[in-house]
Each structure stands twice: as structure tokens, then as C-alpha cells.
């Protein structure tokens, strides 16, 4: 069954999971839901594993950022059930998730959970495991209220109904060729001929009666463009460091970098940053660089690529999107729940770039974001000072 534990001993519990994802046997005397977490993922689903269980293991330490982060939790189970895969599966990322909040969700007033639905769904679905139930004391949570419909007294009203030409039902089966009228809803008036639109398929009240409705003519639609898929799982971004900078020869507010991205020679890129940031502080910077931009000249030096920066609402500001420390050069930022694969190179013609762009931002702590979603590495998100800014 496992010794019940205090919220105090989620450090430990977080450690023991740590290990369990690394493939290391846990004494079941300690906790019995770690020793009996599930830890097959997949290929695609071990990495999601591992950022979880670092997010979780920051959460834990930094409580000062707790609120946002839930918010963010809130927004990223709208459409999923559980944290790693598409199904209901509770795996390690679960249990990891819900050692690292539950003292901050157990002083949510309950008043107050409505504000974080999704979150408390999943809450409440983990906190019922039974192992987990075993070692940690249920948390009260509401759950929503639903009034189911009537349906006696629809179902009661069939038989009597006529149809809309005042007919039994039984004088209408006669006319096999015509249409079976549809029921008005009762009680209500008698409904007058809607008129027809030029374009619907639908036909009307008044042309039931008719044996021989007339004949119309299908007007074809027009060509609609099918909407390119812009998911911010398109984008490669990865961790770079600047190892050269230099001013362009002839624009003064372009610097010219040389970027490690991990690749076997280093990126020459293009910023406008120096009016923002000295050239000193460039030297040796790391920061993210859009990888899959198409490759052009800006005046006449060639630009490979694109440093992603915050700036502030009149873009008095602008600085560098900083990735952790301890995240090696080459790393890719993922978004929790965009799985989908980067491509080669943006097409220009598709805009894909230009449509992404505004969903990215900060937020109140300075943490980088996709529609809410963070900027995430193995080692935590990206950040920079400036909040609640724009990304570009």
C-alpha cells in the first residue's frame, strides 16, 4: 500500500520518480504508485515524459510563478486528458504533475476552482487512482452541475401530432412520392411560408404539398482555399550561442552574428539590436534561433536563419529570448501538446511565419509562449525580462 505522505515529502517523491524514469527499481514500501507508475511511452512520447517531469520538478521548487503556471496547465488540458499521449493512460507525467501542484491546488477555494476547470478534471481523474488514493487524502472538488432535458412529454406528443397539412399520419403514408412532412413543435401557431434562399438545399414547409416541387438549379460553390496549417510545431527552433558579432558594413543598426546552433559550422544571421543591446553583451550570448526561415540577403550580407526576440508594447525595448541555463547548444524548444514535425523550410507563399508570429509572446513572468503554451527546454522555459511583450 505504501506509507501515507504529507506534502512535504513531494521533493522525495519527485526524486523517486526521477529514478523510475530513468529505469531504476523503488523500494514499493516507500511510495507503491511510484514503484507501479507506468513508464511505457513511446519514442515520440519519452521526451514529452521527460519535460513534464522537469516542469513538474520546477514548479515544486518555484512556487512564485505557481499561479501563471496553473493557468497555463488549465489551458494545455482543454482538449487532453492526461499530459503524454492522446489517450486516458495515467503515466509517470501524471503522477510527476500532481505531486508538484497538489498543495497549491488544495488552497484553491472551492468557490474558485470554476476559474480551472480542465485542471481539476484532471485533478480529481488522478487523485481516484487507487494507488494514488492509498497515499495521499482526497481534495474535495466540485463538479459541475447538469440538468438532463424531459423527454417524456416530447415523446408522449408524437402520436398525436398532425402533420403541416392538418393530415393524419395515416392519410399521408398514401402519397408514397411525397416527402414525410416534418412535425411543428407543439404548442405553437401555425407557421407561415418561409421564404426560400437563392442557395439552399433545404426544402420549405410549402413545398411538401407539392407532388411535383419545381426542378432547381445547383449553382456551384466557389473555390474556397483550404487553410494552410500553421501549428507552432512547424517552427525549428533550437538553442544557439553567439560566438561572433560584428556591425554591418552598411547599415548601423544591423549586427552581423556567427551562432553555434549544434550544426558542424556556425549560422551567420542578421539583427536589428544596436540600439537595444551593446555589442559586448551580444559576445558569447545564448539565445533561440528560428532555424528554418528561408535564407536571404539583407543588404547584400546573407542571413541564415532568425534570433527570436521579446520586445515591449512600443518596442522601447527589445532584447534576446534567453533559454536556461544548462541547456546545450542544438537543443529543440518543444510546446507541450504540438507534436507535429518542423518543416524543412518555411514557404514564404504560405505565410506560415507571419501567421504564427502574433500568437507569440510573454507573459506576466517573462516566460516566452505560444497561445499560453511555454517555450520549454529539458531544462525549464525560456524567459526574458520583458513582459507581458511580443516574440519576433
Given at each position: 500500500?505504501?506509507v501515507?505522505?504529507?506534502?512535504?515529502?513531494?521533493a522525495?517523491?519527485?526524486?523517486?520518480?526521477?529514478?523510475?524514469?530513468?529505469?531504476?527499481?523503488?523500494?514499493?514500501?516507500?511510495?507503491g504508485?511510484?514503484?507501479n507508475?507506468?513508464?511505457?511511452?513511446?519514442?515520440?512520447?519519452?521526451?514529452?515524459?521527460?519535460?513534464?517531469?522537469a516542469?513538474?520538478?520546477k514548479?515544486f521548487l518555484?512556487?512564485?510563478s505557481a499561479d501563471?503556471n496553473?493557468?497555463l496547465?488549465?489551458?494545455?488540458?482543454?482538449?487532453?486528458?492526461?499530459?503524454?499521449?492522446?489517450?486516458?493512460?495515467?503515466t509517470?507525467?501524471d503522477?510527476?504533475?500532481f505531486?508538484?501542484?497538489?498543495?497549491?491546488?488544495a488552497?484553491?477555494?472551492?468557490?474558485?476552482?470554476?476559474?480551472?476547470?480542465n485542471?481539476?478534471?484532471?485533478?480529481?481523474?488522478?487523485?481516484n487512482k487507487?494507488d494514488?488514493?492509498?497515499v495521499y487524502?482526497?481534495?474535495?472538488?466540485?463538479?459541475p452541475y447538469?440538468?438532463?432535458p424531459?423527454l417524456?412529454?416530447?415523446?408522449?406528443?408524437k402520436?398525436?401530432k398532425?402533420?403541416?397539412?392538418?393530415?393524419?399520419?395515416?392519410?399521408?403514408?398514401?402519397?408514397?412520392n411525397?416527402?414525410?412532412?416534418?412535425p411543428?413543435?407543439?404548442?405553437?401557431?401555425p407557421?407561415?411560408?418561409?421564404t426560400?434562399?437563392?442557395?439552399?438545399?433545404?426544402s420549405?414547409?410549402?413545398?411538401v404539398s407539392?407532388?411535383?416541387?419545381?426542378?432547381?438549379?445547383?449553382e456551384?460553390?466557389?473555390?474556397?482555399?483550404?487553410?494552410?496549417d500553421?501549428?507552432?510545431?512547424?517552427?525549428d527552433i533550437?538553442?544557439?550561442q553567439i560566438?561572433k558579432v560584428?556591425k554591418h558594413?552598411?547599415?548601423d543598426?544591423?549586427?552581423?552574428?556567427e551562432?553555434?546552433?549544434g550544426e558542424?559550422?556556425?549560422?551567420?544571421?542578421?539583427s536589428?539590436?544596436?540600439?537595444?543591446v551593446?555589442?559586448?553583451?551580444?559576445?558569447?550570448?545564448?539565445?533561440?534561433v528560428l532555424?528554418?526561415?528561408?535564407?536571404g540577403?539583407?543588404?547584400?550580407?546573407?542571413s541564415?536563419?532568425l534570433?527570436l526576440?521579446?520586445?515591449?508594447g512600443?518596442h522601447?525595448?527589445?532584447?534576446p529570448?534567453?533559454?536556461?541555463d544548462?541547456?546545450?547548444v542544438?537543443?529543440?524548444v518543444?510546446?507541450?501538446?504540438?507534436d507535429?514535425?518542423?518543416?524543412?523550410?518555411?514557404?514564404?507563399?504560405?505565410?506560415?511565419?507571419?501567421?504564427i508570429?502574433?500568437e507569440?509572446?510573454?507573459?506576466?513572468?517573462?516566460i516566452?509562449?505560444?497561445q499560453?503554451?511555454?517555450f520549454?527546454t529539458?531544462k525549464?522555459?525560456?524567459k526574458?525580462a520583458?513582459v507581458?511583450?511580443?516574440?519576433k
Open positions: 500500500m505504501g501515507p505522505r504529507s506534502d512535504g515529502d513531494g522525495r517523491t519527485l526524486q523517486l520518480l526521477r529514478a523510475r524514469m530513468g529505469g531504476q527499481s523503488v523500494d514499493a514500501k516507500e511510495v504508485f511510484v514503484c507508475a507506468d513508464v511505457s511511452y513511446s519514442e515520440e512520447e519519452q521526451p514529452q515524459a521527460l519535460e513534464w517531469l516542469f513538474a520538478e514548479f518555484e512556487n512564485a501563471t496553473l493557468k496547465l488549465n489551458t494545455f488540458l482543454q482538449s487532453k486528458s492526461v499530459f503524454v499521449g492522446n489517450g486516458t493512460r495515467i509517470l507525467a503522477l510527476g504533475m505531486v508538484a501542484i497538489r498543495e497549491k491546488v488552497a484553491i477555494p472551492v468557490e474558485d476552482q470554476e476559474n480551472l476547470p485542471l481539476f478534471r484532471w485533478f480529481d481523474y488522478v487523485q487507487e494514488v488514493r492509498q487524502a482526497q481534495i474535495y472538488i466540485k463538479k447538469f440538468s438532463p424531459n417524456s412529454d416530447q415523446d408522449s406528443s402520436a398525436s398532425p402533420n403541416v397539412d392538418g393530415k393524419s399520419m395515416a392519410e399521408t403514408k398514401d402519397n408514397r411525397a416527402p414525410s412532412p416534418q411543428l413543435p407543439s404548442p405553437a401557431p407557421l407561415p411560408a418561409p426560400p434562399a437563392p442557395d439552399s438545399s433545404v420549405t414547409v410549402s413545398s407539392k407532388s411535383k416541387p419545381a426542378k432547381e438549379t445547383k456551384k460553390p466557389p473555390a474556397q482555399k483550404k487553410e494552410v500553421c501549428d507552432v510545431s512547424v517552427l533550437c538553442v544557439g560566438k560584428w558594413p552598411s547599415a543598426t544591423l549586427y552581423v552574428e551562432i553555434d546552433v558542424a559550422q556556425p549560422r551567420q544571421i542578421v536589428g539590436l544596436v540600439k537595444y551593446p555589442e559586448s553583451e551580444m559576445l558569447n550570448r545564448r539565445v533561440l532555424l528554418n526561415v528561408k535564407a540577403k539583407v543588404r547584400d550580407v546573407l541564415s536563419g534570433v526576440c521579446a520586445s515591449n512600443d522601447s525595448q527589445c532584447e529570448v534567453s533559454p536556461p544548462g541547456v546545450p542544438g537543443e529543440r518543444k510546446f507541450a501538446g504540438h507535429g514535425k518542423a518543416e524543412e523550410v518555411l514557404n514564404p507563399k504560405k505565410k506560415q511565419w507571419d501567421k508570429a502574433p507569440l509572446g510573454t507573459d506576466e513572468q517573462g516566452a509562449n505560444y499560453g503554451v511555454p520549454q529539458s525549464g522555459p525560456c526574458s520583458i507581458n511583450g511580443s516574440i
